[in-house]
């Protein structure tokens, strides 16, 4: 099971990582850079940063963990099918007035939401958290304003 678990989170990374089609940022002109609106969780310390560009912003994916085997991926203006295949499981309070999809199951979870411009989609990507677990980290991490 733990392999599995392992497998589904390896291929959301990956899917979520896909190099978009379409033409390079124009010479001279200056992309937006995503930033990732992740705080890290206290006891989790960062594993790397990733930067894809697109045709008019530079998405970028953040990652952490907390040496207990868990790992927080955050997500900003690249785009990717997060929690594809994985059963729905709610909608979280990003801020008041807005939502954002919950997926997973058992230890592997995935939250997309939406901010407007060319930074969307926004997604955290856990494994190795219960829901609950998972919401909490949200909360600490500034990205869910209430519980779900």
Known sequence: MRLAIAAALAALILSACRVADGPEVASGSTPTV???????????????????????????RIGFEDGRGREVHAFAGIPG?????????????????????????????????????PCDPRAALGNGFSREGFIALLQEAGIVAGSG
Do not use: N, Q
């Not at 992740?38 to 912003?57: I, M, N, R």
């Not at 939502?99 to 592997?108: E, K």
């Open 34 to 60: 995503c930033d990732v609106t992740f705080k890290a969780p206290a006891g989790f310390s960062a594993l790397d940063t990733f930067h894809e560009e697109y045709a008019d912003h530079i998405g970028t």
């Open 81 to 117: 099918e997060f929690g594809e295949g994985m059963p729905a499981a709610g909608e979280l309070e990003i801020s008041p007035g807005r939502l954002g999809s919950l997926s997973g199951a058992d230890r592997v979870w995935v939250l997309e939401w939406a901010e407007g411009g």
